[in-house]
């Protein structure tokens, strides 16, 4: 007989005031979150998997290599949790949300989310949940950094970690990106009104910018070479090139599916990421790590390069770090699923 698994897509309500680390005060906060499978008896199955920038808590929609039947965390043994991150379009506190002070959506004036305020709200909720330790936490890029302020703030909640394609401090680098994704989206006529979709096309251009540091010259070299079948044919003052529509193409996708004013706060997080503010130094954070941790780069990745993993497992003790092969860049943490996985059973099979 078929074993029914089970999936929830829940609201958490918090409704006591938390103070952010800007030391603005908010009210109360909800979380959306999704859950794949059953809390054992022991309670220690709890896999947490922190997503990215644009993701959502629907972790086996968007990491289905991973996450899911007869996968490395399958629901039938494991208590998956995915929360949607605070700022996000899909589902938590964000920017179209009423501010209780004015009685209208924030929009420009949404308070600065920093990641380790993000866990913070993630505390709440885990004690909600009545979770005490949890055997995996696990992500990828922006879900790394949470990952890792996590197991800073808390170092004996978290059995194993398994950061991937991440760092323990945003470089001036990364920093320079998302600025200028921002600033794509201030330039939008649009951005300075009051209005839910302000920003719209501000924000495919921004989505244009990413993906040049989420891939790289080797992989648009192999898959958007030449024209646009559409137009290849034509004149060649007519032609468009396949990197071009390619472009035009991913834009317009997380157009229609986010929001800017998610996307601008969501990067202003993730340029606040910095293990080692109020610690001493980045190293003395890393040092209060107690998980086992596995920590996975890219070697194509220039969005966080492959030095930024050797550093971290240089300062995490006894971490054990791999540095895989992609033509893929940083999207390989979502795509090379495989060589992932085969890591994960390795680092999890029991040592003799």
Not at 98 to 109: A, K, L, S, V
Not at 178 to 207: F, H, L, P
Not at 252 to 260: H, Q
């Amino acid at each position: 007989m078929e074993q029914t698994i089970q999936v929830d897509q829940l609201i958490y309500q918090h409704s006591d005031p938390i103070t952010l680390e800007s030391g603005v005060v908010l009210p109360g906060f909800h979380l959306q979150y999704t859950t794949y499978g059953t809390l054992n008896a022991a309670k220690d199955n709890v896999v947490w998997v922190f997503h990215a920038l644009t993701a959502s808590s629907e972790a086996a929609d968007w990491w289905p290599g991973l996450v899911g039947d007869n996968k490395i965390f399958d629901p039938k043994e494991h208590f998956i949790i995915c929360v949607n991150m605070p700022g996000s379009h899909y589902g938590s506190t964000y920017p179209l949300d009423t501010d209780p002070n004015t009685g209208e959506p924030y929009y420009h004036e949404f308070p600065l989310f920093t990641l380790r305020d993000m866990i913070s709200t993630y505390q709440h909720l885990r004690a909600h949940l009545d979770i005490d330790k949890i055997w995996i936490g696990i992500g990828g890029s922006m879900g790394g950094m949470q990952l890792l302020e996590w197991a800073i703030m808390e170092p004996d909640r978290f059995e194993n970690i398994i950061p991937i394609g991440t760092n323990a401090r945003h470089s001036p680098w990364g920093i320079a990106l998302n600025a200028s994704q921002r600033m794509a989206i201030e330039s939008d006529c649009t951005w300075s009104s009051k209005s839910a979709d302000a920003g719209y096309n501000g924000m495919k251009v921004a989505r244009s910018i990413a993906l040049l540091s989420y891939r790289d010259y080797t992989a648009y070299n192999k898959t958007q070479q030449g024209f646009s079948p559409e137009t290849a044919d034509k004149q060649i003052d007519s032609q468009i090139f396949r990197a071009e529509t390619y472009q035009r193409y991913q834009g317009e996708k997380l157009a229609r599916r986010f929001n800017a004013f998610s996307y601008h706060s969501l990067s202003r997080s993730m340029d606040s990421h910095n293990v080692g503010r109020n610690r001493g130094s980045v190293e003395q954070a890393l040092g209060l790590i107690n998980a086992r941790t596995l920590i996975i780069g890219i070697f194509t990745d220039i969005l966080f390069p492959p030095d930024e993993q050797l550093y971290l497992a240089e300062h995490i003790k006894d971490a054990e770090v791999h540095i895989i092969n992609s033509m893929y860049g940083h999207d390989g943490f979502l795509l090379e699923f495989d060589t992932i996985e085969k890591l994960i059973a390795r680092f999890l099979t029991p040592k003799n």
